[in-house]
T-cell receptor
Framework: ELKVEQNPLFLSMQEGKNYTIYCNYSTTSDRLYWYRQDPGKSLESLFVLLSNGAVKQEGRLMASLDTKARLSTLHITAAVHDLSATYFCAVEGSGGSNYKLTFGKGTLLTVNP | NAGVTQTPKFQVLKTGQSMTLQCAQDMNHEYMSWYRQDPGMGLRLIHYSVGAGITDQGEVPNGYNVSRSTTEDFPLRLLSAAPSQTSVYFC????????????FGPGTRLTVL
């Protein structure tokens, strides 16, 4: 059974600082997503990572994937208040009944002035 | 395009009542899923569909039924509501496969008393 762990679960940052959210998963996977959820809202897709060494960047967010280590990171550069949200990683399970997405528990990011 | 729409936005039920959560998408996506979101639990897959007439169980299917008579609609039925089904429910659709990028609806917040 695929398990997905995110850490930290809660992150309070100051504006202008850098930080990284980690997503570890337990079995081989070829596809990993990052989603953002604003309070009381739905989820929107940020990145899809499809291969080992993949790196995607948009604005102050950069995501990477290391399939050998079964690890993805979401790096936040020079945080601003607008980045306050909950961030989820989701991993594609492989094969048979496992072929579906498993979500991490989410990281609640609060960026303080 | 409206994307993925869900009704109602909020619902309060008494234990034992039944109801149907509606979900529709206008993107002509073959793949649709229902998730529930509980505090600290991330999103968990309830049921999914890979096309009209084809549905399957996800991680937490007990107490829920689904059907898919058209490409556009994917209703979720609660047969006999229980307090443990208090949650936020998200419907999602995807284009290239059940694990492709999920386009989420706005969610339904359900409380079972």
């Amino acid at each position: 059974e695929l398990k997905v762990e995110q850490n930290p679960l809660f992150l309070s940052m100051q504006e202008g600082k850098n930080y990284t959210i980690y997503c570890n998963y337990s079995t081989t996977s070829d596809r990993l997503y990052w989603y953002r959820q604003d309070p009381g809202k739905s989820l929107e897709s940020l990145f899809v990572l499809l291969s080992n060494g993949a790196v995607k960047q948009e604005g102050r967010l950069m995501a990477s994937l290391d399939t050998k280590a079964r690890l993805s990171t979401l790096h936040i550069t020079a945080a601003v208040h607008d980045l306050s949200a909950t961030y989820f990683c989701a991993v594609e399970g492989s094969g048979g009944s496992n072929y579906k997405l498993t979500f991490g528990k989410g990281t609640l990011l609060t960026v303080n002035p | 395009n409206a994307g993925v729409t869900q009704t109602p936005k909020f619902q309060v039920l008494k234990t034992g009542q039944s109801m149907t959560l509606q979900c529709a998408q206008d993107m002509n996506h073959e793949y649709m899923s229902w998730y529930r979101q509980d505090p600290g639990m991330g999103l968990r897959l309830i049921h999914y569909s890979v096309g009209a007439g084809i549905t399957d169980q996800g991680e937490v299917p007990n107490g829920y039924n689904v059907s898919r008579s058209t490409t556009e609609d994917f209703p979720l039925r609660l047969l006999s509501a229980a307090p443990s089904q208090t949650s936020v429910y998200f419907c999602a659709s995807s284009y290239g496969g059940i694990t492709d990028t999920q386009y989420f609806g706005p969610g339904t917040r359900l409380t079972v008393l």
